[in-house]
């Protein structure tokens, strides 16, 4: 009841009508009358009397928390109407307390002044004197605000604004509760108390205990409850890195038997967009937060807790109960109401105040301090800061432009070591998930951390002591992994606030095992380039991982995911009045909108529930196929942007690149050998204030530890040259091992592995000898065709001699239905291939689309001139990357597969030349096979609808002898019968076309261990030699740099630095060399010039003989060269270079044999062939000899290569077979070489009397010719 401590009564007092309601709760009140009546004169000289008495106990709450008296004291009851219990001066007096005094004294149990009362006084006036020590850290954060970039002009009008209310603290003392109303703390129905065990603690701990918790009772924040039938333990927690406890309490089982407040905490990532724009800030934190606030009478027996020794009941809100957070949380918000969200954000104790100029900061400062005065709240002079241009706020560092990640914690989790136990593994994890939002792909890098975690602590408690016990053996694949998620954590993104006019772009991915998902905002969309190429700025990722019933999802239910839960967990970004652009492939929406019937039931009832929960939005849906990558290239846009890198580049860009750019760092003159003087000046220079105990001065002043020289970290440019040293010059280049071997021998380096790695990625020698052939790249999407008879894939397949004179095949295949043709030729020309085209063409029509490798045969001008004439378009896949065309290369070795069993099914493995007579067999055997990546529907079927013939038609399929006549319908009937075909034909490409798209989604993202292409437009590359024929293998494995010019979805094309010269490069031949900003020098041109690069042969000028190497010698003129680059070159290297790289090709507008005979050759004399004939013939008779008749034979060939077409090689000369004329087995390729120059080069004097060799040499130059 409320009570009067200050009436001046001399005995306390209690009205009649407050005894009734006192009995009415209390059975046992006992009413005593007066031997004598008391008679009370109140103030106004009104006389009261007193008949009866009762004794009461007392439990007196004050400002400074609830007192209790221990004896009972005695009450008169009087009959007038009071509505206050008067406490008189004999309660007062008997707990020493003088009535002039203030009650407070009672719990401060010191003397108290008047001036001591004006700090607690509601009322503050300007300029409240402050403590010392106060005032001095208050100074202290207007100098920290100075130089954080506060204008220094007005810092006189901030120190006014910081000293104007009493709301400063370095810690707590006896000050009041703040003016908010108490926690109330409502328990289920039908809880009994609880009461933990007494527990035993060590000395210290126990001294601990007592000291701080008589502290915390003489301020009135606790009490000592004898009586409590509450009590949960107190538990004393060491601070991190010290010796000293802080006290916890363990309130759980109080926790699970309340009725939790239901509160809401604000999404920092929500929130956080108020600030967008600002660029003036100020953090600042309460002062024991929790303990400020009161805690509501009836509740505080139920948070009890129990030291060694004793029971103590809180007056204020401990942490660690059910409902704290959420309560102070909701308290702060109602308190500053009017500035939040538009000048202040609130997380539990800390604020967060913005403004965006000083002006309207000053006054924003003002009023908040004023808010804080007037609610009785206290401020932690070390935890605030009085004004900063970002801030670090809950983990963040936050201004106007976005939010981005603290660089200390990044890189704290960066130099973690490999996890030994699951509780290392399950910290690294958990502060790993703080950066998922800004880190693009972060689920599927995780996946195998968390799947180790899993298994390790299954059927265990998830809690840190107990993961702690648990060891960890990480396997090597691991190791991989966690080095990946390491190395993306220093990739993770700034985070842009949204603005209310910027175009909203929707970016989303799919693969086997996961999702990613990717918010972008464009300020001014560019209607004029693609949206790769729109300046975006990132707003949010998210991305996760397929588990449970949801790996055996479809492929459109994966693929459609990712974009319903963008619409559920984005919606605060996406639901714009102007909507938000969708890039996706549009097919992916078509089949959530309208699922086809072959869907089954239950998951067309979910893509249905998808497509309405889409349906609430309003968006653009900007069509993507699948060959072009936007998710790559969003990947690659942010990927290495961290604010480190990004400060780095723009202050020493200009140093980096020279020192990047020294390819031999040895033979460079302002290298310089380290000397043991100038190590002792490195160690001088970082040496620290006291030695640890591993590091010993020896007598010459050098550090060492052990027997090694101490080489401090920090000096990067002693570290480089010592790593020079261990690595370039005699060292040849050895890899890691070698290095750190060489180093830790003499040094004592820290991270040495680190620091050996870094520069090893950084050596441009290295770069051209080590790593593969190739790199794995992961794989593009190759054209997909949805329709029958839209592509054409066709390809020559080498099948070897048979009974005639075809040795080829020609495969044809149509990408949607896979439905294939073989033609049988006999040599690969572009006649073959324009006859079955149009033979294609006379039955099913011609397909829009021709897609083929690059051979002479296929890019003739033959085959141009029909594709214009037909409207198709013709696409040619990357040379020596067969796998592009999967399609048609897939077919081939079915071919051949189908070809050896039907020649081991028929017994024709003893000649395998009649394979001829197989041909409609195997064409019929691939057609009319049902296949799993077509629904088991037969190519045949697809392509035509008539079904496939069954195998067992002749055995249990009968027919009657009579002819059956079927009478013609009418055209209608027609119609419809075709209506249903085309429908019947439809309904199967579609169950096709999901068949393959599930099969392309099980293979594409399997794990191969690909490298993510990492380079651009304008950077320098690499190119592998992988290609090469007939390689030296002492030429360098990776050639260049070359230059990236342009990017396509399945190649680059690079340009020579020296020639200039450009090629189509499939990406893992090509390694990423430097950016585009690289110097390029005469030393890197030298350098690219000396790698044995092939170049183009443009003329030879002359010949010579060399006694030396006992060989002729050939001037050579290279093709983007200077004439001063003119090079004597070997014969024999450049016969055999340029019978690789200079093999003329086919006459581009007809076929050879058109050439040789329309446009003709100089057909010399009988007699002159005759002689040739002739002396080639003798030649072989008597044996090989250095002028050899397969040479002469060449040479024969230059001169009359329409004769040897028409003639020689259809009847062999004098009988000898052609086999020994040519020296090896016929092959038509062999008479593709003189096609195109057999009429240009046409020696006048061929029976001149120059020497064998002489005629080498004259043939060869014809021949290059």
């Known amino acids: 009841m409320p009570y009067c401590a200050d009436s001046g009564a001399d005995l306390s007092v209690m009205s009649r009508a407050q005894l009734v309601k006192l009995m009415s709760k209390d059975k046992f009140v006992k009413l005593t009358d007066l031997t004598e009546e008391v008679k009370v004169k109140t103030a106004g000289g009104l006389i009261i009397r007193a008949n009866s008495s009762i004794e009461v106990e007392l439990k007196i709450h004050t400002a400074a928390g609830p007192v209790c008296l221990t004896m009972p004291v005695k009450c008169l009851i009087i009959d007038e109407d009071e509505d206050e219990f008067i406490i008189g001066k004999d309660v007062l007096t008997m707990l020493g307390i003088d009535v002039d005094r203030q009650l407070e004294q009672l719990v401060t149990n010191g003397n108290i002044n008047d001036e001591d009362l004006t700090g607690c006084d509601d009322d503050f006036e300007i300029g409240v004197e402050c403590d010392a020590d106060v005032k001095v850290a208050i100074e202290e954060l207007i100098g920290l605000a100075i130089s954080n970039g506060f204008p220094p002009e007005r810092s006189n009008e901030l120190r006014t604004v910081a000293f104007m209310f009493d709301i400063w603290r370095l810690k707590l003392g006896g000050d009041p509760p703040a003016k908010v109303p108490p926690l109330l703390i409502r328990l289920k129905e039908g809880v009994k108390p609880q009461k933990c065990k007494a527990r035993p603690y060590p000395p210290h701990i126990r001294e601990f205990l007592r000291d701080f918790n008589a502290e915390l009772e003489r301020m009135g924040w606790v009490y000592e409850n004898t009586r409590s039938r509450w009590a949960s333990a107190a538990l004393p927690v060491r601070k991190p890195g010290s010796n000293e406890f802080r006290q916890a309490c363990d309130y759980r089982a109080l926790n699970e038997e309340t009725e939790p407040i239901a509160g809401v905490m604000p999404i920092l990532r929500v929130i956080t967009e108020h600030v967008r724009g600002m ?27 129990m030291t060694d020794s004793k029971v103590y009941t809180p007056t204020r809100v401990p942490q660690g109960c059910s409902d704290a957070a959420f309560h102070f949380q909701s308290t702060m918000e109602t308190c500053f109401k009017e500035l939040l969200y538009k000048h202040l954000l609130v997380w539990v104790d800390d604020l967060l105040l913005y403004a965006s100029s000083v002006d309207e900061y000053l006054e924003k400062l003002q009023r908040i301090f004023c808010l804080i005065n007037e609610f009785g709240l206290k401020l932690s002079v070390k935890k605030s800061s009085l004004y900063q241009k970002s801030v670090k706020w809950c983990g963040k560092i936050i201004d106007g432009d976005g939010v981005r990640h603290d660089p200390e914690r990044i890189r704290s989790l960066r130099e973690m070591p490999y996890p030994k136990t699951a509780a290392d593994l399950q910290q690294f994890l958990c502060a790993a998930n703080w950066l998922r939002e800004s880190i693009l792909g972060y689920a ?101 991982v397929f588990t449970g019933s949801q790996v055996n999802w479809s492929v459109i239910e994966k693929e459609a995911f990712p974009l319903v839960t963008a619409c559920e967990k984005l919606s605060y970004l996406l639901m714009r009045p102007r909507g938000f652009r969708m890039f996706c492939d549009h097919r992916n929406l078509i089949h959530v909108f309208a699922p086809s019937e072959s869907v089954k039931k239950h998951v067309r009832g979910k893509l249905l529930r998808w497509a309405l929960k889409l349906s609430e939005f309003r968006y653009t849906i900007n069509h993507i196929p699948g060959t072009h990558n936007v998710w790559a290239d969003m990947l690659s846009r942010w990927a290495g942007q961290s604010a480190e890198m990004s400060i780095r580049r723009v202050t020493t860009r200009g140093a980096q690149q020279q020192q990047r750019c020294v390819l031999r760092p040895l033979d460079e003159e302002s290298f310089v050998w380290p000397t043991f003087e100038e190590v002792r000046r490195a160690q001088k220079r970082q040496r620290p204030q006291s030695l640890p105990s591993w590091l010993k001065v020896n007598e010459n002043g050098i550090i060492m530890k052990g027997k090694l020289i101490w080489i401090p970290t920090e000096e990067q440019a002693l570290l480089r040259r010592l790593m020079i040293i261990s690595h370039c010059g005699a060292q040849g280049h050895r890899g890691r091992h070698a290095m750190m071997t060489q180093l830790a021998s003499v040094f004592s380096i820290y991270q040495l592995r680190v620091h050996v790695d870094k520069f090893l990625a950084k050596c441009l020698l290295c770069l051209h000898v080590k790593g593969g052939e190739i790199i794995p790249r992961p794989w593009g999407e190759a054209y997909r065709s949805k329709t029958r008879n839209e592509a054409l894939h066709f390809d020559f397949l080498s099948m070897g001699e048979s009974f005639g004179k075809d040795q080829y095949l020609l495969v044809l295949k149509d990408d949607a239905s896979h439905f294939c043709e073989l033609v049988g030729c006999e040599s690969p020309t572009s006649a073959v291939v324009v006859r079955a085209i149009l033979q294609w063409h006379s039955r099913f029509s011609v397909p829009s689309l021709w897609i083929s490798d690059q051979g002479s045969h296929f890019t003739s001008e033959v085959m141009s001139m029909l594709c214009n004439k037909m409207k198709c378009d013709q696409r040619f896949s990357v040379a020596y990357c067969p796998w592009i065309n999967g399609s048609i290369e897939r077919l081939n070795r079915d071919v051949l597969q189908v070809f050896r069993a039907m020649i081991l099914e028929y017994k024709l493995d003893l000649d395998h030349r009649d394979w001829m007579s197989l041909l409609s067999v ?344």
Request: a neutral charge; charged letters at 25%; one cysteine or more.
């Open 279 to 305: 660029a003036h800030f100020g953090l600042f934190d309460f002062l024991k937060g929790f303990w400020q606030l009161p805690l509501a009478p009836e509740c505080q027996e139920f948070l009890s807790y």
């Open 922 to 1265: 195997v064409q019929c055997s691939l057609n009319h096979t049902p296949l799993p990546s077509l629904a088991y529907k037969s190519p045949l079927e697809l392509f035509t609808g008539l079904p496939p013939p069954s195998p067992f038609r002749h055995a249990f399929v009968t027919r009657s002898g009579q002819d059956i006549l079927i009478e013609a319908g009418n055209s209608d009937k027609i119609e419809r019968s075709l209506a249903q075909l085309r429908a019947s034909i439809q309904k199967m490409h579609r169950e096709v076309s999901t068949a393959k798209e599930k099969q392309t989604l099980l293979n594409k993202k399997k794990e191969r261990g690909e490298n993510i292409v990492n380079f651009s437009v304008g950077d320098y590359v690499l190119r592998s030699r992988v290609d090469e024929k007939h390689l030296n293998k002492l030429l360098v494995t990776w050639v260049g740099p070359y230059v990236v010019t342009e990017a396509h979805p399945l190649y680059f094309v690079v340009r020579s630095l020296v020639t200039g010269k450009t090629s189509d490069v499939h990406a893992s031949r090509l390694k990423f060399f430097d950016d585009s900003d690289l110097q390029v020098t005469e030393e890197l041109l030298q350098h690219i010039t000396n790698q044995g690069i092939v170049l183009d042969v443009q003329e030879i000028k002359q010949h010579r003989w060399n006694a030396a190497r006992k060989d002729y010698e050939l001037c050579i003129s290279w093709r983007g060269l200077e004439e001063i680059e003119d090079s004597w070159e070997p014969f024999l290297s450049m016969r055999r270079d340029c019978e690789t790289h200079h093999k003329p090709a086919e006459n581009t507008r007809f076929p050879v044999q058109q050439v040789l005979t329309d446009n003709g050759g100089e057909f010399m004399s009988e007699s002159v062939e005759s002689w040739y004939a002739a002396r080639g013939i003798g030649h072989i008779k008597v044996g090989p000899k250095e002028f050899t008749f397969k040479f002469m034979f060449w040479l024969y060939a230059l001169k009359n290569a329409a004769y040897i077409k028409t003639r020689v090689y259809a009847k062999p000369i004098e009988g000898v077979p052609c086999e020994r004329m040519f020296g090896k087995k016929v092959d038509t390729h062999h008479f593709r070489k003189f096609g195109s120059f057999a009429n240009k080069y046409v020696f006048k004097n061929m029976l001149c009397t120059e020497t064998d060799t002489q005629w080498k040499i004259q043939s060869y130059m014809a021949w290059i010719g």
């Open 444 to 544: 599927e890098t995780v996946k195998p951390l968390q799947e180790c975690l899993d298994t390790a602590l299954r059927n265990k408690k998830k809690s840190k002591r107990a993961a702690a016990a648990v060891p960890l053996n990480f396997s090597p694949e691991l190791l991989v992994s966690f080095d990946r998620v390491r190395d993306l954590l220093t990739i993770s993104a700034t985070l842009h606030h949204p603005s209310p006019d910027g175009d909203m772009v929707l970016v989303t991915d799919a693969s086997e095992k996961g999702w990613s998902i990717v918010v972008t905002e464009v300020q001014k969309w560019d209607t004029n380039k693609d949206v790769a190429g729109q300046a975006h700025r990132l707003l949010t990722c998210l991305s996760g």
